[in-house]
């Protein structure tokens, strides 16, 4: 069943109270008179907006199911869980021509500035997987590395997502009383402001900056997984603290797929941060592990595109401040990629759910291939 299908049943219910009430006395009609299956004609008279949420309905609409056409006050009928709701056909894959390497890892500092205040087995676990990413990377032999990260330390001039066009990156993890832990990196100036281009080509907001001083973000990841420092790197830093929006992250990433497909180059992308933790004071050192299985679940199957249909609130709440970072991953490599998750660990002493995981662009171009000989598009 087609998600804006059962959004439009909805909507055409909600402006028809006579619809509504035949729906209802019928559902088996519910095909002829409002355009869905008789089991999803039931899940929304049922006021289930759990499920319609799980298939990319806002909340403000599935609101509508159990407040107005139920008359149920409390909104007694959902319990706010995560659901991955598998019943949806997967799409088609349709990966970028040039992205060699997609890949996502978490970039605490603690890990390289105090690894001690961790468990020493899950630390161990936990390298254990940036140890197969990296090798991940260098069997890719990119041309170039865009990097996501979210900003921490750095004063841009706008709260747009930042694009690095600068020559070279320089940062240490001063901060972290640890200056010894510095990075000095080779930028790509031309292909990011290709990039650039590409992202205000499609209507959204986007900062270049020459100089973005490199921190934990960048520095904790790519110290692990670089495969060569001479490899051209792109950072491109979002702003959660000024704007956070899922459906701006997914699109930023939509935006690059042309200019990527376009470009001749071999295109790694990695994003970083999260999952779950919380900076604001109070909340520090809290681990959502039930949420971070759910996004790591949606990974699996296919379904991490879901994720940028869920509004901010959620998000939030279970301390996803910096999944906007895997989201532009997940629109540049478009639907139905499934993520081979190579370790989880939630570690409260340095304050989150940390994961390393590979997004499986073989298996996609193949089920692509696969798809088109069976005649899809
Ligand atoms: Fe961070």
Same mark, same amino acid.
């Given at each position: ?5 059962i959004e ?29 299956d ?9 006021? #289930? @907006?759990?499920?319609?949420?799980? +298939?990319?309905? #806002? ?5 509508l199911?159990?407040?107005?056409? #139920? ?22 894959p349709d ?38 990413l990296k090798?991940d +990377? ?5 041309d170039? +590395? ?41 930028? @790509? ?10 992202? @205000? ?5 986007v ?8 921190d934990h973000?960048? +520095?904790?990841?790519l110290r692990l997984?670089?495969p ?12 959660p603290?000024?704007?956070f929006?899922?459906?701006?992250? @997914? ?15 071999k295109?790694?992308f990695?994003a ?6 919380w ?5 520090f050192g ?9 996004i ?6 296919g ?6 249909s ?18 532009i ?16 660990e ?5 304050g ?7 997004m ?17 598009s």
């Open positions: 069943m087609d998600k804006n299908a439009q049943a909805i909507l055409a219910m909600a402006r028809d109270p006579e619809l509504l009430e035949q729906v209802k006395a019928q559902s088996s009609r519910a095909p002829e008179l409002v355009g869905v008789q089991e999803w004609a039931e899940t929304i008279l049922s006021g #289930n @907006r759990d499920r319609l949420r799980a +298939i990319g309905l #806002n909340d403000g609409l599935t609101i199911v159990s407040r107005w056409f #139920n008359d149920d006050l409390g909104d007694a009928a959902s319990q706010g869980g995560f659901l991955v709701d598998d019943s949806q056909p997967l799409p088609n990966v970028p021509t040039g992205v060699v390497f997609a890949g996502g890892c978490s970039h605490v500092p603690d890990l390289l500035a105090r690894p001690e205040i961790d468990p020493p087995d899950a630390v161990a676990r936990l390298l254990d997987g940036y140890d197969r090798r +990377i260098a069997a890719a032999d990119p170039v +590395i865009l990097v996501t990260a979210d900003c921490h330390f750095q004063s841009f001039a706008t709260g747009h997502t930042v694009i690095g066009t600068g020559a070279g990156h320089l940062g240490s993890m001063e901060f972290f009383k640890r200056g010894d832990l510095d990075l000095s990196l080779t930028g @790509r100036p031309d292909f990011a402001r290709e990039l650039a281009a590409a992202v @205000r080509g499609a209507g959204l907001e900062e270049e900056a020459d100089r973005v001083d490199l973000g960048l +520095i904790v990841p997984l670089l060569r420092p001479d490899l051209p790197v792109i950072p491109i830093i979002t702003q603290h000024r704007s929006s899922p459906f701006n992250a @997914r699109r930023f990433g939509e935006a690059l797929r042309g200019v990527v497909a376009e470009s001749g180059l295109v790694a990695l970083t941060g999260g999952l779950s933790h900076l604001d004071p109070g909340h809290g681990v959502d592990v039930e949420f971070d299985t759910y790591l679940k949606l990974l699996e199957t379904r991490g595109l879901d994720l940028c869920l509004e901010p609130y959620p998000l939030l709440a279970h301390g996803q401040y910096e999944i906007q970072n895997w989201m991953m997940l629109g540049l490599i478009g639907p139905g990629v499934h993520g081979d998750v190579y370790t989880y939630p570690m409260e002493a340095s989150g759910g940390w994961t390393v995981v590979a499986d662009l073989a298996r996609a171009r193949a089920e692509r291939s696969a798809a088109v000989g069976a005649g899809a």
